[in-house]
């Protein structure tokens, strides 16, 4: 298409041509044996990818051995001789689509894993270290500072690993320079507190990433193109800034053939939302430094963080930025985006949210994602088959649960009719997807309707609340019940008071917020979202809750949370926790804490927003509406968007 004739251009970079400009962006998905060996999950995640159209597929957080350098559970192991076969398995899986695979060799350096003394530049420890010590109530482990025998055996096992990729075909590596990990620590003055030759000056602090950089060019020469992912800025008081960092770029410039330009570094929680980007965020957030490293160097540049189609990333090309884009979320929302964008099908695009699923279940459980229910499970349904025997399907209720079930078992060849109460689908992600840093979720909820509305064997009806009688006289073989859930609103003094309104009715606009002062009653993440609308639209805002602070937000992915609390807190959102709603007066809420004193906290509005329960009992009516009944989404348990999508997947997948 010529809108997208940059980013779906070919590129060369050192004597590497890829078709276009699209990376997948390194990304851990924990579908490796334990002992850190390709297995046929593996193969089939990365290779989705590159089925999908990307020009690089990168596979994400690859120690070069695992005495020192693991930072994770399931992920490669490149210190064994061992990894070379079932990596040339996966070479060959990903280029018979012609793209080509990369992998980010890397050494974590200073980190605990297990309980287990780590290596470093030097002995000192982590905010993140401090945090998770903290948590699990330890000591922290010194880390052990490197001796120049250690420093050598570790620049030989970066080359002993970019040996082992060639040999198993690979033609490009990522050499991990970034976020805070060994080469990394070195090149920081932050991290690096060393009075050697490694240490002080710029040129001593760059040393150990040079001496890495040319111990791999000797092995491999120039038989495997390089890229070196970098932090532009590290975002941490006396840590590398843009102008030190372009200055060490200029050292290694003759030594590489692509830079990939990232930010922060993973041991500090703080930088970790501005590395990779929540939903509250803007999109194309770290490309301004690209462009910076682009203009002063002679290099090719990869942008990363936050691009959301390729759109975007034709743009970005088109205006000089960078030369290669990565993607990592939108690309695990849908392998299929450069296939899509390609073939003039842009409307087709599964949206991302941003909201962190991948990011927290990928780093301890094989890796899922919200609005895509077969990512990490390619085995089982890349090619989902026609049903065997066709079947009518009713399904009651049009939120996102009803809608996924609808569209995958009409996919499947399935009738399908579909009731809606409402005059339109969407259920409560309709109120989620209010706010104004909800874009994404807006964007999503968009195409899910879109997608539902047009699919080929759905019947919607709108404004029409199933009863049983109703549903049995369409003669289902099946039926799916997904009503949802309703919120809870508790029976206390002071309900019926005109200062009082539940967070739907706010967002929806049914209800208007009276006065500046604002009492949120209830610190999920639902809550603590309408505290930030309200905070941005310059309100001050209390949010009140009997758990701890720490545990606000706690239905939220880790890093969506991260980045939640931070704009909480620019914005100024006050916390009262450990306290329970009493009673809602004139004034605003009365609370109790654990000493059983009694207080009001002032507001001119008190908002509810206490959580959900299932419409269970509007579920059970159904039951016996035809031979095989299922209950799926927020009416079997209230969780998450997706577990709602799951749940409609599973259940139509296997009709």
């Not at 690859?62 to 210190?79: R, V």
């Not at 930010?263 to 301004?288: D, R």
């Not at 009516?621 to 599973?650: E, T």
Request: glycine share 8%; proline share 4%.
């Amino acid at each position: 298409m010529d809108s997208y004739k940059n980013v779906l251009s070919p590129f060369k970079f050192g004597n590497v041509e890829v078709k276009n400009r699209i990376e997948v962006a390194p990304h851990l998905c924990c579908l490796t044996s334990p002992d850190g060996f390709v297995t046929r999950e593996f193969v089939a995640y990365h290779q989705a990818f590159a089925r999908g159209g990307a020009g690089i597929v990168t596979i994400g957080e690859t120690p070069i051995d695992f005495e020192y350098a693991k930072g994770h559970d399931f992920q490669l192991n490149l210190g064994d001789d061992r990894i070379i076969n079932g990596l040339s398995v996966l070479v060959e899986a990903v280029h018979r689509y012609g793209a080509k695979l990369s992998i980010e060799v890397c050494h974590n350096g200073r980190t605990l894993l297990n309980g287990r003394q780590s290596i470093g530049p030097s002995p000192i420890t982590t905010r993140r270290e401090e945090i998770l010590a903290k948590k699990e109530g330890r000591k922290i482990i010194q880390p052990i500072e490197m001796t120049q025998t250690m420093i050598d055996t570790v620049i030989e096992r970066f080359a002993d690993a970019a040996e082992r990729c060639l040999k198993a075909g690979f033609e490009m590596i990522m050499v991990h320079g970034a976020h805070g990990h060994l080469i990394d620590q070195f090149l920081s003055p932050y991290s690096n507190k060393r009075t050697d030759g490694y240490g002080g000056s710029l040129e001593n602090r760059a040393r150990f990433a040079i001496e890495v950089l040319t111990a791999i060019r000797e092995r491999v020469g120039s038989k495997l193109a390089i890229e070196y992912r970098i932090s532009a800025n590290e975002l941490v008081e006396g840590g590398m800034e843009p102008e030190e960092t372009i200055e060490f770029a200029k050292m290694i410039e003759d030594k590489i053939d692509l830079l990939h330009v990232s930010a922060g570094t993973i041991s500090n929680p703080e930088t970790v939302p501005h590395m990779i980007q929540p939903t509250y965020f803007p999109h194309c957030y770290n490309v301004h430094y690209a462009e910076r490293f682009k203009k002063a160097l002679d290099i090719p540049i990869t942008t990363v963080g936050s691009i959301a189609d390729l759109k975007m990333a034709d743009t970005i090309i088109a205006e000089g930025k960078a030369d290669m884009v990565a993607m990592a979320r939108a690309i695990i929302a849908d392998p299929e985006i450069v296939n899509k964008t390609r073939r003039g099908q842009v409307e087709e695009v599964r949206p991302c949210l941003r909201c962190h699923t991948c990011n927290h279940e990928g780093h301890f459980n094989s890796n899922r994602c919200a609005v895509n229910p077969v990512i990490g499970r390619e085995l089982d349904y890349i090619d989902i088959l026609p049903a065997i025997k066709k079947k009518k399907i009713v399904i009651v209720g049009g939120g996102p649960a009803g809608m996924q079930a609808a569209l995958t078992a009409s996919s499947r060849g399935h009738e399908v009719v579909l009731y809606e109460k409402s005059d339109k689908l969407g259920g409560n992600l309709i109120l989620a997807s209010i706010p104004s840093f909800k874009a994404d979720m807006k964007r999503y909820l968009e195409w899910l309707i879109r997608q539902t509305q047009k699919a080929a064997g759905v019947n919607v009806k709108l404004n029409t609340e199933a009863t049983v009688d109703l549903v049995k006289a369409e003669k289902p073989d099946v039926v799916i019940v997904a009503v949802g859930a309703e919120p809870l609103i508790p029976d206390i003094t002071g309900m019926d008071k005109s200062n009082v309104a539940w967070a739907g009715d706010i967002l929806s606009g049914r209800k208007a917020v009276v006065g500046e002062t604002v009492v949120v009653a209830g610190g999920g993440l639902t809550g603590c979202e309408v505290a930030l609308e309200m905070a941005q639209k310059d309100k001050k805002v209390t949010i009140i809750d009997m758990v701890d602070q720490e545990q606000l937000a706690s239905d939220a992915p880790g890093l969506l949370k991260n980045g939640l609390m931070q704009m909480l807190n620019k914005h100024g959102v006050q916390f009262i926790t450990e306290v329970k709603l009493e009673e809602i007066s004139e004034q605003g809420a009365i609370v109790i804490d654990k000493q059983w004193n009694r207080f009001e906290v002032p507001a001119d509005t008190v908002i509810l927003s206490l959580g959900f329960k299932p419409c269970s009992e509007v579920a059970a009516a159904f039951q016996d509406a035809a031979l095989d009944v299922y209950v799926i989404g927020d009416c079997r348990k209230p969780q998450n968007l997706k577990q709602a999508i799951h749940d409609g997947f599973n259940v139509a997948v296997e009709i």
